[in-house]
């Protein structure tokens, strides 16, 4: 059992258990947290499961563990590990099941006091138009070669289909299309599954949320962004549905066949992994990258079908519709990058899961429009609290591997939560306050309680005092859509 005596104080935010803690640790496991937040990270397996971690074969740097951190399958949700190529490790666990999870920012030319009379019309349209829950199909049903196309072009194949723009392109991470997907390495159970489900957000934390802009921090940045108080803007929080889902449990059960003859030790099967040079760990990347250019394709249609809504809804009114893409960025997902480690520029795979790419000002990988203040970092909090624009920093690369943290992370297990509140009770709390809820499922509202996260302000406190990312803009919620 690991306890606060087990760590070591780096910093006013940052915590290490140092390699000497257990004979089989490669690297150290560093926690960005406050004194409470790590207290609570502390009562789960989560700081547990990043010690496990330190010992994944060609490890590099420290294990990591961002703010809202809890605890995973293997991996914490909230952890970054990278390995070095060619010869270290990739595991599906450390990357998760929700193969790029992810959110995308849009932004409108309204302001919430000419959007309040047609609220509630609004989130009706949106809830009809973006199909949420379990299972849930959408409009969209691809063929097996439209599927092809979906796997190995992402959003292009959205632009290619006239529901994508190409500034929506532009401002996605990776263009939204990872160059090394291999089609061919999803399973027919994973196309499947996803089959009819382009285009839908799916249940649990997964969500469409229309926000106000309360404030703005970073002036320079903001304006980068397009973004103003007062204004509103549109969140959007999804992934791979049930094709990443089937490519993750696909390797996961290939990996744990096949370990053995890796010659791999690991204290925890679920961290089940294979050399990045391996036909298996090939394999798995070409699967998992596939996987990712579904969820930026799925995040692109939801995004063509929630400017619909704005247009049945405000055109009649006279009002301006468009939505305008700030930023989609991936949190759970594996990234071939460049950094430097131990004073060396090295090739490694960064696995984040639960945690955002947030690089600094003047990465090449940054867009033109945002260079000269850094990526942009989506930091959902939960419905009825504040959400979070950031832009990355130097510290990001220096210490992070140009990760920050991605939600406020939860403080309450789903099954905890549901028994502390009903969610026909929160729908009606939330409504008072003034905040529109669609919801196909009470018990699914129920798990996604406020009270169930982190305080998602400590959260940015944490990220922003070490120089990872700053705070650029507050979002607050008006009508939230759910599963």
């Known amino acids: 059992m690991i306890t606060l005596k087990n760590l070591e104080r780096i910093s006013p935010y940052v915590w290490e258990i140092p390699k000497s803690y257990r004979a089989d640790m490669r690297v150290p496991a560093r926690v960005y947290a406050s004194k409470t937040l790590l207290e609570k990270a502390l009562t789960d ?59 995308r920012l849009l932004a409108s030319d309204l302001y919430a006091d000419e959007v309040e009379p047609h609220l509630d019309d609004l989130a009706a349209a949106l809830y009809h138009n973006c199909p949420s829950g379990l299972g849930k199909g959408g409009r969209y049903r691809l063929d097996d070669g439209e599927m092809d196309s979906v796997l190995a072009q992402g959003a292009h194949w959205c632009l290619k289909r006239g529901l994508a723009t190409q500034h929506d392109v532009i401002h996605t991470e990776e263009g939204g299309r ?20 382009i285009g839908t957000l799916g249940s649990g934390n997964h969500f469409l949320e229309v926000d106000r802009v309360a404030e703005t921090y970073d002036e320079a940045a903001a304006d980068a962004f397009g973004l103003r108080p007062g204004q509103v803007v549109l969140l959007i929080h999804c992934g791979s549905r049930g094709l990443g889902h089937q490519v993750c449990t696909d390797y996961v059960r290939d990996f744990q066949q096949a370990l053995a003859r890796f010659r791999i030790q690991l204290p925890d099967r679920e961290l089940v992994c294979a050399p990045l040079n391996s036909p298996e760990g090939e394999a798995y990347v070409g699967a998992m990258q596939a996987a990712a250019n579904f969820a930026f394709a799925n995040r692109q249609v939801l995004a063509h079908l929630a400017r619909e809504a704005f247009e049945q809804i405000l055109a009649p009114a006279g009002l301006p519709f468009q939505l305008r893409q700030v930023y989609d960025v991936a949190h759970n997902i594996g990234k071939f990058e460049q950094h430097v480690v131990d004073g060396k520029r090295m090739q490694v795979c960064v696995h984040r ?78 409504t008072r306050r003034g905040i529109r809820i669609r919801a196909g499922s009470m018990s699914g509202l129920a798990e996604e309680a406020p009270f169930a996260y982190k305080e998602v302000e400590e959260v940015i406190a944490v990220v922003q005092g070490a120089g990872i990312a700053r705070a650029v803009a507050r979002l607050e919620p008006l009508a939230v859509i759910k599963g």
């Open 45 to 103: 397996k989560s700081i547990e499961q990043l010690v496990n971690a330190a010992t994944l074969p060609g490890i590099v740097g420290y294990a990591i563990a961002m703010p809202d951190v809890h605890q995973g399958y293997g991996f914490p949700v909230g952890g970054v590990a990278a390995t070095r190529l060619p010869d270290g490790v990739i595991s599906p666990g450390s990357i998760g099941y929700d193969i790029n999870c992810g959110v």
């Open 353 to 430: 899961k639960g945690a955002t790419r947030a690089f600094p000002p003047g990465h090449d990988d940054v867009p033109a429009g945002y260079r000269s203040v850094g990526q942009p970092v989506l930091v959902p909090g939960s419905m009825g609290t504040a959400s979070y624009v950031l832009a990355g920093m130097p510290g990001a690369m220096e210490q992070t591997f140009g990760s920050a943290c991605h939600g406020a992370g939860r403080n309450l297990s789903r099954t905890a939560a549901k028994k502390q509140v009903r969610g026909e009770t929160l729908q009606q709390d939330l």
């Open 178 to 197: 990872l160059q090394k997907a291999a089609p061919g390495k999803v399973s027919r159970r994973a196309r499947d599954r996803g089959r009819d489900q």
